[in-house]
């Protein structure tokens, strides 16, 4: 089958290329500018974490909601640096089928999982670089939202094209976004649609479709099992080429009969039942629970683990008529209770890994170049979530009593700890800013290095909390610190540690 035709083109609000960043601050030169708190909210929920670069990239815009607008037509933002990310690793612009030989070369299944790895550090290393920020966001979410877990043997063909299907419509209309994720051949192979057929229907994606994807559980009359079977027969025929392992319909394997789920019926009468496939993904897409299933899970992502009522009824006015995912950022982001959320959304591992890469401003070589690029994915591991490593398709949880527990705190402050000294376990070629660009110039107070460090690490200044926590690290002497102070040399990756440790950098 056919991708869906891609979305409207975007508005004209925005009539020329967003310009690239300005360069990061001199390593010497005065403490750079930091957002209000306001946009320092916004850019914190909407990127993978604040850098003088981004903060830098806002005020040239207008502001973070200015940048925010911007970021809504990815399209017109150079991204071509994070774009030859892809590149470091051959394999991903292989078609399926020969992504499908490569993994079943000898050694059987070994090169599947190769695969799947390598896309899964590419993602993350594309998060840490990229300027289209927002989309990476959403296309995160929505990756979470229609989840595929990993790496398995049978979906390691098709990974890095669903993820460019997910990112071609994240920001776009609902509806076409959910036929491309549900009918995309990795979907149709993780949950055995492939294996579906008339005469023995596999129920998986069919019951998916309406508990993940789509309505949910919470319904005022839940759909029945006779609506899961209606489902399942309603898209048996799509399934994989043998050969070419795309996704293709198989008449001769389609259920034909009439079919009800819930409120939507249909003959269903002919052996091309895509046209009756198409019309029943459309009436989910259309469904109240349907936008209000994802109004909900939106709002506790960008807003807080338990948004209000009133929030939940405000986002679905604006997302309900268009179903355009658009104006349903908007609507988020102009909300009086999301200005209000500041800081009540614990990052996930994954979440701080990235935003810590992206506070140090480490640059990670091609692998050629060192092996960090290839340690990135175990060092993600060690912290405790690994992409795609949630066993069940409901995909990862997203409140933050799940990811508070000692033991992850310790895994991410132990990475936190590995960045600030340069640690070997992050592996090879890594560059970053040296000490001087962290203090500033010298001789300088304590205080003037603190909050230096608090504005290019956290981009804010240091305020009594900080400084607090700032002091007990590194057990500053009173007077001007001069060039190879302690606080200039050993202490200075236990000060960097100590401020990532802290809430104003493991929440958003």
């Known amino acids: ?67 925010f607008e911007d970021q809504l037509d990815p399209a017109l933002i150079d991204d071509h640096e994070a774009d030859e990310i892809a590149r470091w690793w051959e394999h991903l612009a292989l078609s399926p089928q020969e992504k499908s030989e490569l993994a079943e070369s000898d050694p059987p299944q070994v090169k599947g999982f190769i695969q799947e790895v390598d896309c899964t550090r590419w993602q993350l290393i594309h998060a840490m670089n990229t300027r289209r920020q927002l989309l990476s966001i959403m296309t995160d979410f929505w990756a979470n939202h229609f989840y595929i877990n990993a790496p398995l043997p049978k979906v390691c063909a098709h990974r890095f094209r669903y993820d460019q299907a997910l990112r071609e419509h994240a920001l776009g209309s609902f509806d076409r976004l959910l036929a491309s994720a549900v009918l995309h051949p990795m979907m149709l192979v993780y949950l055995d649609n492939d294996v579906s057929h008339k005469d023995a229907l596999n129920e998986n994606l069919g019951r998916e479709l309406l508990e993940l994807h789509t309505v949910g559980r919470d319904l005022e009359i839940p759909f029945s099992e006779d609506d899961v079977l209606n489902s399942a027969r309603i898209i048996s025929g799509y399934g994989i080429h043998p050969a070419t392992r795309e996704a293709e319909f198989h008449p001769d394997l389609h259920w034909v009969g009439r079919v009800q789920v819930m409120e939507f019926s249909h003959p269903n009468s002919r052996s091309d039942g895509r046209e009756v496939a198409l019309a029943y993904v459309q009436a989910l897409a259309e469904h109240p629970a349907t936008a209000k299933r994802i109004i909900r899970k939106l709002a506790i992502r960008f807003v807080s683990d ?10 679905f006015s604006a997302f309900e008529p268009s179903r355009n995912i658009t104006d349903l950022l908007l609507a988020l982001v102009d909300h009086d209770e999301f200005r209000a959320a500041a800081g ?40 405790g979530q690994r992409p795609y490593d949630w066993p069940r398709p409901d995909g990862f949880p997203d409140r933050g009593e799940v990811w508070s527990s000692p033991s992850r705190m310790l895994a991410t402050w132990d990475m936190h700890r590995a960045l600030s000294i340069g640690g070997s376990d992050l592996g090879t070629g890594i560059e970053m800013p040296d ?27 240091a305020d009594p909390e900080l400084m607090r926590i700032a002091t007990e690290s590194a057990d500053p002497r009173a007077g001007e ?22 809430p104003h950098h493991m929440t958003r």
């Open 1 to 67: 089958m056919p991708p869906p035709p891609p979305p409207p083109a975007a508005a004209t609000r925005h009539r020329q290329s967003a310009p690239l960043p300005p360069p990061a601050p001199e390593p010497i030169g005065p403490p750079p500018p930091v957002p209000t708190p306001a946009d320092r909210h916004l850019l914190s929920r909407f990127s993978w974490g604040t850098t003088p670069a981004l903060v830098a990239e806002s005020a040239a815009a207008g502001g973070a909601r200015a940048w």
């Open 306 to 315: 338990d948004p209000s009522d009133e929030l939940l009824a405000d986002l």
């Open 344 to 383: 009540r959304k614990v990052r996930t591992p994954i979440e701080d890994l990235v935003a810590s890469y992206r506070a140090m401003q480490a640059q990670i070589p091609p692998p050629d170049d060192g092996d960090a690029a290839v340690t990135v994915i175990q060092v993600c591991q060690d912290t």
């Open 435 to 461: 000490d001087a660009y962290w203090h500033g110039p010298l001789p300088a107070t304590f205080d003037t290095i603190v909050d230096r460090m608090c504005r290019l690490l956290l981009a804010r200044p």
């Open 481 to 502: 610190i001069e060039a190879g102070h302690p606080e200039v040399g050993g202490r200075l990756p236990a000060l960097i540690g100590a401020l990532l440790d802290t």
